[in-house]
């Protein structure tokens, strides 16, 4: 089972090992729902983490293999102006 993190509304933060999909939990009497965010882990530093750059790359990659560069059309930034903002 993975590890999701859960924040609250009075924004507590919780990581708990459930069952993949678990969108909601109840700790001790308070809701939490799930982050959406970037995880992921590592086991024995045999798996590497993706920076933050690389992740964005692989979206955009991902979006133009998908939809073309017609996904660039949705941005109000520019190309040039997303490259730079990510240092690529």
Known sequence: MPIYSFLSEKGHLIEKIVPPGTKRLTVEGMDYERCIASEGFSIGNQVKIPSQAEQ??????KLEQKEGSRFLRKSQ???KQIKKAWGF
């Open 77 to 79: 930034f520019s190309t």
């Open 56 to 61: 964005v790359k692989d979206g955009y990659h």
